[in-house]
Every structure is written in structure tokens, then in C-alpha cells.
């Protein structure tokens, strides 16, 4: 530890765990969420007291009339006057007390005694700081190297996140556009992929921004001994929601503004359709299509109902267009088979870039549904190897633009299995990563079940207040930072560290893939000569060839 | 050649003296008022090899102790002169000098408090303008380290004091016309804006 001490406290902050301390901090050391260490005793034993820098205010400041002249320094009109320190530089902080780490409870305990008035304080090393803010250590099994301590130089301490707990109790990535979400989270998936960890992971990719995850098949850093990740693209014509699989709910959500009556009629023939399903094939979720339309056919012949028939054929109608005319992605007999997405080892990439919104919140709620029962009926034993349902290994699901499948006071059909699985996946090892780039038009019970935030800039307002409202592991101090992150550069609290910390997001080993496009350069590109070219060669009439003998001149 | 202006007669403290000015028939070149002008740098040497003190006038009072009595006399003025010389010479001109520094044997110049005091009866020397760039030259820059000094008096005259003395620097430095600006721009305002009303 650099021993030297930085600055001498001065006394209590406002609150109960603040303190105030001096320093001249010449290095310009001392930056906003720096750490920094004092010793105190505690139960009669000497401990470093870990605090992390909150605010700083200069203490002395030029008078505004030295500012005067924008060519002449300040500086200069001090030593005119007499003042010839070489730095006048001295600033009050003030710090949180975090605690002292005890290794045997893996956490800080807090003294609740602030230091007393002149205590040095001393510049946390990066020793210390690299064994006590992570819960794992390099290549351990459940570490994940995600960045490394923004205070410091690039890379000296790394921040490695604890990916069990991420596994178990979930994670968010919040950002504005453009902060770098995407790439945090594909350094994530590096990181699940890597030979420590071999995760078995699925991500839903509304834009189709995952592609180069690919490129992890070959990299040096994801192969070892007996194994090498495995990554699936699963285009969006692969996707595949068996119609079965269906609920009541998703079929009123796919169909809204049905008349009591239409859904009266639905809600009779699903049953209807249920139950034999369940008599012939031993499933209540096989039945098909044809089924349920026929069974609406029926009514809509039958001579006896004709005041049901108009309605049972609206019905048909309405059912077919959004379940066979509109869309792709329902099938009578196929759907994603749990047992191909999910493997260790194995990131599914699951595109939904060319799918309706509302087709693909359906997609996700029947995922998800599935995935949960899937992991509920093997962890109880209810399915055997070779089961549809039979998947014997945790699953992290990573979704992007998650506020379209949980979005605030709305009724996406997919917010309600996604609530139950994030409070009650930990039990049975489902576990969901969040993205989303408008935290305040995702739903706020669904953001504050995350164990862990991974937070970028945010610069809209009402999404720094959600997250400020949800998200209660990270203090305030720390969100005021929020604006002020540059790309790539973020805050990370929770389950996953020790403490928060603001971490520069590592460099990924694969390409990114969501880079935002060059308009200008695009649009110069229309001129080139080359191009004007091409365009006129394809918009030039095609020459016939004259036939032998054939002149305009006899004509 | 330096123009002895002045003898000290008392000081109020550390830094402040009060001298007489060399009237007439005193000593053989008395000074002209341009040599005892407000803001005037002078220095009174401390004795054996102490160097000099190193003060400005900041005020002027006059001393008339024939002021109020208003009875007839029985000598016209004129024959005063002649018959009583010494009650003539009571008439003197006082300057008040603030030490602001001093110049060492060797020529070192200090500004602030000065450690020593200077001896009663002392004579009091106008600074030329090259005493007075020495004093003032600082490295790199110039020095006016007793500015804060001055502006703790609390005297309504040290305001244009200042403004007289950086006025004095500007011309003898002018490569240095930059960074006196910016303070005389403040004691400027200070003097003529803040009294109106504006913020300080």
C-alpha cells in the first residue's frame, strides 16, 4: 500500500458514515469515486478502513477580478501580489466509509465510528483494492473480467464480476443510446463463454447486433482442453412459436379488441382444443391450428347457433390473419427446442430483427415460460433425460430492449412470466441479464429484482430517476456521475461486487457489431463517380439486336 | 543622486512613520511638493549595514500651530521673520510613510513587513525610478507583495494609492502593462463602481 498519506481528515460528514478530508492532492489523485484507506481501531485490532471519494471542492479560489483578463493566468496576478506557492491547490472531500473487508465473511463490515480529526488518509493501493472489490479473482470459476477501476491507469485493477450471483439473481445494463450497452453485454458473454466459466446462455437480439459473438469459435481466449464454445445465430426465420404452446393470455394479446362475445368464443374453443389434445396426444399444448379454426368452423355451421356463426367466422377470420397470413413465426408442429438453445458452452442468438413487436413479446413469453417449467420440472424431478423439458444445467438469458417485454404500465404479455422468473428463477437457475437503453419506460419492479446494475450514461432525466428510484445498491454520489460517463465507462453495483465501482469496460476479443452508421459518408458515396456510373448502366434501355437484313431504311 | 525630502519624527506602528518635510532655509535644496507627492516611494537608511527601509506617502497633513488663534499681534507677519524665526519654522508639511519593504547592503529587495524599524531624526530619500524598478523587480515578473498589506489599512487614500502606484509600475514596466491591467481594472472599480452600489 502507498503509505504516504494524501490528507489529514478534518471531521464527521452529514451523514452518520461521511467524513470530511484535506488534501493538496498535487497529483490530482483524488477523483470522484477513488478509493481511499485510514486506520482505526476496531475490537482492539489495527484495520484499513476502506472510504471511497464522494464529492471534492476546492477550498481556495482565485477572487473572480484575478479572472479578468483572459491572457493573463491568475497565477501571474497571484505572485505579483506576493503569493508565489507553486500550487495554491487544496481541497475538501468528502468520503463514505465502506468498511473494513473481512476475507472469512467475503464482505465489509462497516466501523460506525468515523475517523477522528487529523487521521491520515492514505490512496488505496491497487493491491489492496484488486483483493477486496471483486468477489473472484482472475480465472477463477464464476469470475468475469469485465473492465478495470476507472480511477485508476487502464487495466491496473481489474473489476472482475462475480458470475454466480449474476446467475442467480439477475443483472440490468441501463444506457442511453450509444454508451456502449451492447458492448458491455457481449463482453459479457466473453466472459460467460470463457473456459471458466462455459455458460449456457441465450440472447434475444431484437436488431440483430450479436452476429460477431461467432468470431469467439476460433479465438485463443475461449479455447482450452477439451473445449471450445459453441455460438448459434438463429435467424428470424428459425424462430418458431408452436402454437400449442399458446396461452389463452397470448392469444387475447395477439388479437386485441375482441368483442365480449369473440372472446367468449375463444376462451370455449381453447379449452376445447386443450382438452383433446391432452386426451390424444398426452399434452395439453399440441393441438394446432386447424384445430381451433375447425373448431370455430363448426360453430360457425352449426344451424342451430346462427346467432354464434357470424361472429365464430370473424373470429376465424382475425385468427388466421395474425396466426398464418401475417406471420412466420408460428408453426402447428416446430418450435425452439430448449435442449438446442441451451447448452454449457453454448451462446443461442436469438433474432427477432425482422419480427413484429407484439409477435415478438409472444415469443420471448412462451420462451420463457417453457424455459421456467423446463427448469422447474428437472430440478423436481418431474422429467427425465430425453423429455422435451428436460434441461439439467442453469440458463442466463440475456435480453436486449428488454422494456418492450417488461415495459412500465404496460401490458406487454411478456412482463408477467418475465416477473416470475426474476423472482423466482434463483431457485431453480434461470437467470435474466436486462438491456435497455429507456430504464424509465421499463417496468420499476422488474428493474429493482436485478441483484446486479451495470449502469452506463444516462443523460435523460426520467431514466436517471428510475434508476435512482430502483436501483437502491447504488448511492446517489454515484449517479450524480451518471451524465459525465463516456462511452464505454460504468458504474457496477450489487450482488456481482463488493462495493459499486466505476469501471472502464475492457476492450472485447471479438468485433463489435453495433456501430452506428456514417450517413454523410454514405451519402458522398452517391456521388462517386463509380457509382453514378453503375446507376446509369442499370437505367439504360436494353439494346435490341437487329435481325439480318432488316434496315430502317426500306421500312 | 538621491533628494533628501524629510527627517522622521515619530511612527503610530511597525510599518508607519510620520516625517517632516525640509522647509525652507532647512537644508540647501529643499524638495519641491513634486518630490513629496502622494505615492511617492522613498527609503530612510537603517544605520550601520542594514540597508535602507523602503516606504510610500500615503498622506500629507499640514502643521500650522498659529492655526486658531485669530487675536491681534503685536509684530506684523513680515517682522517675524526677523524677530521671531523660530515660531515661523512650527509651519511644516507631514507626510505619512508606510514601509512596505527594504533593500538590503547588497541591494536584495524584500516587500512586506520589514524586520527593522528606522531611527528617529532619519532622513527620509525620494526614490529614483531605478531604486524603484529594483525594489519592484521580481524573477520572472515584478513583485507587489505589499499591495495585501496596504489594503488592510482600511484608509480611503489606499485605494488611489495603489492606483497611483501601479499607475507609476505600468509606465516603468510596461512589458508587464498586461498584468498590472488587471489589477488596477480591480482597485479601479473597487474605488469608483463599488462605492456606487456595485458588487464587489
Sequence with gaps: ????????????????????????????????????????????????????????????????????????????????????????????????????????LGDFINPRVPPRSGCPITLASDKLLAAVLSKRRADDTGAGHIGSLLSRPSGQ????????????????????????????AAVLIEELLKPNNRAAILVVDPHGEYNTLIEMLNHPAFIAPEYRPDVQILKPDAVKVR????????????????????????????????????????DPERWTRGELIGALQKIAEDDDNKQDAGTAGALIWRLESVLEHQSAIFDDFHHLDLNRLFRPGRCSVLQLNEVDEREQQVTVATLLRRLFAARMKTQKGLVKEGDELYLPYPVFVLMEEAHRFAPAGGEAVSA?????????????????????????????????????QCILRIVNPLDQNRVAESVETVGRDLLRELPALTKGQDIIAGEAVNTPVLCQVRQRYTPHGAESRNAPEEWLAYFAPEEQARRERESAPLAVPKRSGESKMFK | MPITIAKLLKSTTHTDYVAQIYGSGEIADPPAPTDYAFGTFVRVPLGGNYGHLVGVIYDTMLLNPDFGNLGPRLSPAPDLAVFSPDYLAEKVTLVGIMAVGMVNATGHATQGVPPFAAAIDA???????????????????????????????????????????????????????????????????????VPLGGAQ
Excluded at chain 1, 484535506?22 to 497529483?27: A, L, N, Y
Excluded at chain 1, 423472482?423 to 422488474?446: C, H, N, T, Y
Aim: glycine letters at 8%; one cysteine or more.
Design chain 1, 1 to 104: 500500500m502507498n503509505e504516504r498519506p494524501i490528507g489529514l481528515t478534518k471531521g464527521p460528514g452529514e451523514t452518520p458514515h461521511e467524513f470530511l478530508f484535506v488534501s493538496p492532492d498535487r497529483e490530482q489523485a483524488l477523483k470522484v469515486g477513488e478509493f481511499v484507506v485510514y486506520r482505526a481501531p476496531v475490537d482492539g485490532q489495527e484495520r484499513n478502513i476502506l472510504a471511497r471519494v464522494t464529492q471534492r471542492q476546492p477550498l481556495r479560489l482565485y477572487p473572480d477580478a484575478f479572472l479578468a483578463d483572459p491572457g493573463v493566468g491568475p497565477e501571474q496576478v497571484a505572485t505579483l501580489l506576493g503569493y508565489e506557492q507553486a500550487s495554491p491547490d487544496l481541497f475538501e472531500l468528502v468520503a463514505t466509509v465502506i468498511g473494513y473487508y473481512d476475507a472469512a
Design chain 1, 157 to 184: 485493477v481489474p473489476v472482475m464480476l462475480d458470475l454466480a450471483a449474476i446467475a442467480s439473481t439477475h443483472l440490468a445494463i441501463l444506457a442511453s443510446t450509444g454508451a456502449g450497452k451492447s458492448y458491455l
Design chain 1, 243 to 282: 402454437v400449442g404452446t399458446l396461452t389463452l393470455g397470448d392469444l387475447f394479446y395477439l388479437l386485441p379488441n375482441l368483442s365480449e362475445k369473440m372472446s367468449y368464443l375463444l376462451r370455449q374453443v381453447y379449452r376445447e382444443v386443450c382438452q383433446r389434445s391432452q386426451i390424444t396426444r398426452h
Design chain 1, 416 to 452: 408477467g412470466v418475465l416477473k416470475t422468473v426474476l423472482s423466482e428463477g434463483r431457485k431453480f437457475g434461470v437467470a435474466v441479464g436486462l438491456i435497455s437503453q429507456r430504464p424509465g419506460k421499463l417496468d420499476a419492479d422488474v428493474l429493482s429484482q436485478c441483484g446486479t
Design chain 2, 123 to 193: 532622513l527620509v530619500e525620494r526614490m529614483d525610478d531605478v531604486q524603484v524598478r529594483a525594489f519592484h523587480r521580481g524573477n520572472p515578473a515584478l513583485h507587489l507583495a505589499y499591495a495585501p498589506l496596504l489594503l488592510r489599512q482600511g484608509s480611503p487614500l489606499i485605494l488611489p494609492l495603489l492606483e497611483a502606484i501601479i499607475g507609476r509600475l505600468t509606465a516603468l514596466f510596461p512589458e508587464h502593462a498586461a498584468l498590472l491591467a488587471v489589477v488596477q481594472d480591480d482597485l479601479k472599480w473597487k474605488a469608483q463602481i
